[in-house]
Structure formats: structure tokens, C-alpha cells
């Protein structure tokens, strides 16, 4: 039976990215995002709920996202979720979580600014796209990406 792991999230930024390096020089960001959904109820009562999940991403993504991104700001993760596990130190009891680790993501432009895709063309979305390898932004992945990272021009950035 085919399995499939991919997360599509469009939420805020609940803290400033955290920027770290992995013992192989790697940088890891990390941050959380809050998602917010409002429903009616059967009573027709308007309803809001929030759900917050924590996000990882590696490499030129976590660069990029550290440097652009701050507590507030809307953005779209594509990526798959992992389950991370450990034991509490205190109780001993085995602990577990989920989280979201960053393949792709898009920076969703709140001020509606004049955002430019890579041919220099007004994207008209306010938002721009950019994958784990950095290559062919706004492409959708259909299976891992192996090409190697390109450097991003700051004019590719929407803001």
C-alpha cells in the first residue's frame, strides 16, 4: 500500500524564528505557526478555534525564513509531518509530539505589496514561492527534489 506524508499549512508566525546550526554546519530554524478556523455551529452560532503547531526547515529554506520572517507574519509551509519522542526527565514517562518539517513554503504578503515572481513578472498574488532546493519556485512537488541549492537574489524577495 503507497503512503503519503505531506502537510499543507497557511497560518502566523507565533515567535520569531530561531536560527541553529546543526554539528554538520547545517542551519535548522524553528518556529510555530497558529491556524485559525471559524465555523457556525448547529445553533448558528459563530465559532473560532486556533491550532498551533511547531515547524521545522533546513538548509537555505531555514535561512531564508529567518532572515524574512518575524512573530506575526502570514506564511504558507508545505512539508510532512514527524513524530518526535522522547522521556521526561522528571516523570520518566515516555513522551511524544508532532511537528511539521518545511519542504516548501510561500510568503504570503499581508500588505498586498508588489510582490515579482523569478521572471520579474508581478506575481498579482502578493506572495512568493520558494522549494527545499530553492529551484523552479512555484512548481508543485510531485517527489523529492535533487537538485542542489541556488542562491536567492534579494530582488526575489517580496518584501
Not at 40 to 55: A, H, K, L
Not at 86 to 114: H, M, P, T
Request: glycine share 10%; with cysteine.
Amino acid at each position: 500500500m503507497p503512503n503519503l506524508n505531506r502537510v499543507l499549512l497557511m497560518g502566523n508566525l507565533t515567535r520569531d524564528p530561531e536560527l541553529k546550526y546543526l554539528p554538520s554546519n547545517t542551519p535548522v530554524v524553528g518556529f510555530g505557526l497558529a491556524i485559525n478556523r471559524k465555523w457556525r455551529s448547529n445553533e448558528g452560532e459563530q465559532r473560532e478555534e486556533t491550532t498551533f503547531v511547531d515547524c521545522s526547515a533546513f538548509g537555505r529554506t531555514a535561512e531564508l525564513i529567518n532572515q524574512y520572517m518575524k512573530k506575526g507574519r502570514p506564511l504558507f509551509v508545505d512539508g510532512r509531518l514527524r513524530l518526535e519522542q522522547w522521556q521526561d526527565r522528571e516523570s520518566g514517562a515516555n513522551r511524544s509530539k508532532l511537528s511539521v518539517v518545511v519542504e516548501n513554503f510561500q510568503f504570503i504578503d499581508s500588505r498586498g505589496g508588489d510582490a515579482r515572481d523569478e521572471s520579474g513578472e508581478g506575481g498579482g498574488e502578493g506572495s512568493q514561492s520558494h522549494d527545499a532546493s530553492n529551484a523552479q519556485a512555484r512548481q508543485p512537488v510531485a517527489a523529492p527534489q535533487t537538485n542542489t541549492h541556488q542562491s536567492v537574489d534579494e530582488a526575489e524577495i517580496p518584501f
